[in-house]
Nanobody, 123 residues
Framework: QVQLVESGGGLVQAGGSLRLSCAPS????????MGWFRQAPGKEREFVAA????????YYADSVKGRFTISRDIAKNMVALQMNSLKPEDTAVYYC????????????????WGQGTQVTVSS
């Protein structure tokens, strides 16, 4: 069982930056892929970014590529999502998720989820 705790959401103006953090309850870097998903009101949960187990290959949705960066701090046992050049359409609840094995961008494949953190981008 893996428990995930997110932090770092908030309100920011368009063009600004936020950094989200996700702290898993155990060591995950060698066996778990970690992902960030988001869900806006009235919309389905969508993939944002992920980092694979082991070598830590990163993956991004086209909508955030070049603006968001996912990283893993092994020493702190934490996964971060640096979000730059934020747009109003990035407004959503952001969730950290974990799954054993290889990365996949399908939320249904992730059994472990954090509680979510709200990100609001004003225009």
């Amino acid at each position: 069982q893996v428990q995930l705790v997110e932090s770092g959401g908030g309100l920011v103006q368009a063009g600004g930056s936020l950094r989200l953090s996700c702290a898993p309850s155990g060591r995950t870097e060698t066996t778990f892929a970690m992902g960030w998903f988001r869900q806006a009101p009235g919309k389905e949960r969508e993939f944002v970014a992920a980092i694979g187990r082991g070598s830590g290959t990163t993956y991004y949705a086209d909508s955030v590529k070049g603006r968001f960066t996912i990283s893993r701090d092994i020493a702190k046992n934490m996964v971060a999502l640096q979000m730059n050049s934020l747009k109003p359409e990035d407004t959503a609840v952001y969730y950290c998720a974990a799954k054993s094995g290889a990365y996949i961008n399908d939320a249904r494949s992730y059994p472990y989820w954090g509680q979510g953190t709200q990100v609001t981008v004003s225009s």
